[in-house]
């Protein structure tokens, strides 16, 4: 038995992890449970699943259950949920968006949780104390994104010595077909009309930017420990190929597959083991394969992400809110398609921050000021 604590349950990630906990109630039993502001779906889960603790987003959130729960909210809720600890084989999945998701993973490694990682700002902003908590408390970090996920498959048994690099892919987001001077007027409407996956908002517009892509060679750098100048990525507009990984003597292994996120989830739960019985399986008489490179001109943001790696840092944490504040905004119809990316630099680019040394305290509290000045800066929001 494995006993889950789902930060995020009402989200893309956490409602699929919820689909294979549904199938799988001899394995699985949720024990914790966070909900966002979507209180319908909230009501459902939680009734469904019973989970001993329950973090609301918002006190005003909190709404009667039919059954006795430790009732907890915001942040210092996900910590609690973190700490919650009365079982042997306990996982949390991470499926927050934001750095909000960091202090929970860093909770539950201290309570010897596997992290089944959904949440990119945990390593994109702390990734080197992460890998070190990781290895002094001796739990297992496995990623639920499906790059990563096909990685983590194709190394596996090998030796990285003998890797030339990573591959990683992207399906190009909402405006792949777009030229650089047909986003000058995008909306947000377009932005969100991702082809290949329903995602939440927030990452729908990182794929659009590319930062997602970013982020993920961020990611990868700090879970497979290869020197980021190896990690590449390539437009694959199907996402059948979920990445892949070059070695020297020329092999290339990708791990292929369906675009459904069950797979990578259920693999992360069940690591090593490939458990889940897909709903749908690969057409391989009808595949049609291609790929194309992703420019640094077409897509800045990816480029800013290698940036932040080579300034190493504070500066990962500076990329981070610089992109979360800016993606808010525009969200928000504060500023244009195009502004996110100009946020980024200018933000990456100010010696300013130089003097914070990397340390979980400086990383919330650079994240949180730089949010709160270009919210300010430029949506006049406090
Ligand atoms: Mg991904």
Not at 126 to 141: F, H, Q, R, T
Not at 153 to 165: A, I
Not at 300 to 318: D, F, S, T, W
């Amino acid at each position: 038995m494995r006993y889950l604590y789902i930060l995020g349950a009402c989200g893309s990630i956490g409602s699929q992890t919820l689909d294979i906990v549904r199938d799988n109630p001899q394995d699985f039993k949720v024990v914790g449970m966070s909900v966002g502001s979507n209180l319908e779906i909230a009501k459902k889960y939680i009734e469904e699943f019973k989970p001993e603790i329950v973090c609301f987003r918002k006190k005003e959130h909190i709404f009667k259950i039919s059954y006795d729960a430790k009732i907890v909210y915001g942040d210092c809720g996900l910590i609690e949920i973190s700490r919650y600890h009365k079982y042997d084989n306990e996982y949390l999945v991470n499926a927050l968006v934001g750095i909000s998701g960091l202090m929970p993973t860093v909770e539950a490694i201290k309570c010897h949780k596997t992290i089944c990682l959904a949440n990119k700002e945990t390593l994109v902003v702390a990734g080197d104390i992460i890998k070190s908590l990781v290895k002094e408390y001796n739990v297992s970090l496995i990623p639920i994104d499906s790059e990563h996920s096909a990685i983590l498959q194709c190394l596996s048994g090998e030796d990285k010595k003998e890797v030339k690099r990573l591959i990683i892919t992207a399906s190009g987001g909402s405006f792949r077909d777009k030229s650089r001077s047909e986003l000058l007027n995008v909306t947000k409407e377009d932005a969100l009309k991702h082809p290949n996956w329903h995602m939440g908002s927030k990452i729908t517009i990182d794929s659009a930017t590319m930062m997602n892509k970013g982020f993920e060679v961020i990611e990868a750098y700090y879970l497979f420990d290869i020197d980021y100048k190896h990690i590449d990525t390539i437009l694959h507009p199907q996402s059948i190929v979920h990445s892949m990984v070059e070695f020297k003597d020329g092999t290339i292994k990708a791990e292929i597959g369906t675009a459904d996120m069950h797979t990578p989830i259920s693999f992360a739960l069940y690591y090593p083991s490939h458990n889940l019985k897909a709903s749908n399986y690969l057409d391989l008489l009808n595949l049609n394969l291609n790929f194309k490179e992703l420019s640094f001109d077409r897509y800045p943001c990816l480029k800013y992400a290698y940036m932040a790696l080579e300034k190493g840092g504070i500066y990962l944490a500076v990329l981070n809110a610089a992109n979360e504040a800016a993606v808010y905004l525009f969200l928000h119809d504060k500023i244009s398609f195009l502004k996110i990316e100009e946020i980024i630099y200018q933000e990456l680019t100010n010696p300013n921050y130089e003097k914070y040394q990397y340390c979980l305290d400086n990383i919330l509290q650079v994240s949180n000021m730089i949010v709160n000045k270009i919210l300010l800066d430029y949506g006049g929001i406090k």
